[in-house]
């Protein structure tokens, strides 16, 4: 077992990425994860998970004796490209790190299909002499195998490839403008001694097998692949990226006070966004955990179908209608072949596969089990009926119209929720210690009507409609008394579920979403019993976690996403000092390069959670933009989504 003490912090973490996979690096230009060809395959690279067995990527000093000392880092700017600087020994180099994206139209969302996934290292000495060792250490299928590499090169420079088989039709190239060395336990390595100015390009070129070991050759080599790459292709990869991202961030209407935060969060959401179907995955990480050394440890590369509303909302405001249209466009396809919506898909739009451990690895800081897949599929959470309705309304308001199909599919889910509010479920939190009556539930059910009868006026169907309108009101009267009557502890907050005390910050959705005004008695309540039992220095837990509440062992941080949530509400209130001064305050928890991880531990000030989480960057958008309009008077009492307060 490696020593824990030798993982970086999550907050360490940068992501890069191509619209349909992403890649981590350190502080120190180490790649430490990777998965191919999409965010939910197997890692290339997983030394987050495991310092032995996940695979890397990094350069080491040629002598050994001093590691290479992180300078400084930056993203170049509007874009996704990653530059880190890094001295020692009296010299100093720059390492740029992008995943290439080539041969993009201005007029399309994302990046054209390539066959090949190019994940690019340039490393240029700016000062003195820089003797460098670069390890490249591929670990298939989570670091369960260690690879068998070749010589793929062409004669004259045999040693600039090297190609790895991952399976019978896909194989990674490993390319470097110098030679590589000696293959040493799966591990190939570069050394280069570079001058002021000199420069080292390298790339791991995945897709689609075009060569295999010829058997006739030399042992190890292989006669029927001639690739190399020159420094020259490589900078145009470069310069094709930052156009695409500088492109893509232009697009932005956003112009208030928090621009860099914004356009930080905008393109991480873009570099967690799957192109080819619109997707946008919860985290780029499996299994980074809640509680350093706890089991509450998930698999968040997947698509959430309760995260459409929130996603709906940020890329509206933003202006990005390519991306929310491509995006509804996956949430009516999501799921066509099962009777009702599932809680969470893959990219493609498949249910994840079912949940495992992967037992081989020791898991970040001996965070066990890793898990892969996510059982919260097939849970009973009835809160997604409202998500999905109210991104339809949200759509619709910014001047989408359904087609029949999509609008039977959505009119489908609000009968669901009219029909099944009554019923337990696992909720927005996916506890797995058993169903209840969660309050935020059945106010999600309450909006999936509301929403449906929204719709049928906004789309002139209320003649076709007329029955169904009627019943859906009907379920809305219904849903109101039971929680208002039901729902409420003594002090008058909502509860986490009926007969609970336990208080639940997803509570301070129900003002945001229309089901009470952010002055009424129970908002109030809620809002100062959250920041009364739940909140510290401003950071939110969901709930004090226990097996009892969720059916889980040890704790967890503060919930980013929640803690906006709670700005928010200030700012509904008209607390506007506050709520832009907590904004602030968690806008300070981003990384270094204004990135998020899930949560945050308040006592040791470590970010906790799969990274980068796209909730958070989602909230920071929304709140930035509800700050904005609350400072021009526009918020007062009026919910977040401009729906008519109840």
């Not at 019978?168 to 001694?193: F, M, Y």
């Not at 958070?616 to 509800?626: E, F, K, R, V, W």
Request: include cysteine; glycine fraction near 8%; proline fraction near 6%.
């Amino acid at each position: 077992m490696s020593n824990p003490g030798t993982y970086p912090p999550i907050s360490d973490y940068a992501p890069i990425g191509d619209c349909r996979t992403m890649a981590l690096v350190t502080r120190d230009a180490a790649i430490e994860w990777w998965c191919q060809p999409r965010f939910d395959a197997p890692s290339v690279f997983g030394a987050i998970l495991d310092r032995e067995r996940g695979g890397f990527w990094r350069l080491d000093p040629a002598d050994g004796r001093d590691p290479l000392e992180p300078v400084s880092r930056r993203y170049l700017p509007h874009s996704g490209v990653l530059e880190t600087r890094l001295r020692a020994s009296g010299s100093t180099v720059s390492v740029t790190d992008f995943l290439a994206v080539v041969g993009h139209r201005t007029d399309d969302p994302g990046p054209a299909p390539l066959a090949r996934r190019k994940l690019v290292r340039l490393v240029r000495c700016l000062r003195g002499t820089a003797r460098l060792t670069v390890r490249c250490a591929p670990r298939p299928d989570y670091g369960a195998r260690r690879p068998r590499l070749f010589l793929a090169g062409p004669p004259d420079r045999r040693r600039r490839t090297l190609a790895m088989p991952t399976d019978r039709d896909r194989r990674v190239l490993l390319g470097s403008t110098a030679d590589w060395g000696p293959i040493r336990h799966g591990e190939a390595t570069v050394e280069v001694s570079l001058a002021p100015g000199e420069e080292l390009g390298l790339v791991c070129d995945y897709g689609p097998s075009d060569t295999r070991p010829d058997r006739s050759a030399e042992p190890g080599h292989s006669s029927r692949l001639r690739r190399v790459y020159e420094l020259d292709e490589l900078h145009g990869w470069l310069e094709e990226t930052l156009t695409f991202w500088r492109d893509w961030t232009a697009v932005s209407t956003y112009a208030g006070p928090y621009r860099e935060l914004v356009e930080r969060s905008a393109i991480t959401l873009k570099l967690l966004t799957y192109h080819p179907s619109g997707a946008i995955v919860a985290a780029g990480t499996t299994s980074l955990p809640e509680q350093i050394g706890g089991g509450r440890n998930w698999d968040y590369r997947y698509t959430w179908l309760r995260d459409a509303s929130f996603t709906l909302y940020a890329l509206h405001r933003l202006g990005y209608r390519a991306e929310a249209d491509a995006f509804m466009e996956w949430v009516h396809n999501a799921g066509r072949s099962h009777a009702g919506p599932l809680v969470l898909y893959r990219v493609d739009g498949n249910p994840p596969l079912r949940e495992r451990q992967l037992n081989h690895l020791e898991g970040y800081r001996s965070s066990r089990p890793v898990r892969v897949g996510n059982a919260a599929t097939w849970q009973r959470q009835l809160d997604i009926y409202g998500e999905a309705l109210d991104a339809a309304y949200l759509d619709v308001r910014a001047g989408h119209r359904l087609t029949d199909e999509e609008w039977e599919r959505f009119r489908d889910y609000a009968d669901m929720a009219a029909e099944r509010w009554r019923h337990p479920d696992n909720s927005i939190w996916e506890v797995r210690g058993g169903r209840r009556h969660f309050t935020y539930s059945k106010v999600m059910c309450w909006v999936a009507v509301d929403r449906a009868v929204r719709l049928v006026e906004m789309l002139g169907r209320e003649e076709a409609e007329r029955e169904r309108v009627d019943r859906w009101r009907r379920a809305a009267d219904q849903i109101r008394r039971a929680v208002m009557t039901r729902g409420l502890r003594g002090d008058g907050a909502f509860a986490q579920s009926y007969g609970s005390d336990v208080m639940d910050a997803s509570a301070l959705i129900f003002p945001l979403v229309g089901f009470i005004r952010a002055d009424s008695p129970a908002a109030e309540a809620t809002l100062r019993a959250v920041q009364r039992e739940l909140a510290h220095d401003g950071l939110v837990l969901r709930y004090r976690s226990n097996s009892a509440v969720d059916g889980l062992s040890g704790r967890e941080g503060a919930f980013l996403i929640c803690s906006f949530w709670l700005a928010d509400n200030l700012a509904l209130r008209g607390e506007l000092a506050e709520a832009k001064r907590l904004f602030e305050h968690l806008a300070s928890h981003a990384n270094d390069v204004g990135v998020f991880s899930e949560e945050w531990d308040a006592t040791t000030g470590e970010a906790l959670g799969n990274v980068p989480q796209a909730f958070t960057h989602i909230a920071l958008i929304s709140t930035a933009h509800n700050l904005e309009r609350a400072a021009a008077g526009q918020m007062s009492g009026r919910v977040r989504r401009d729906a008519p307060s109840a």
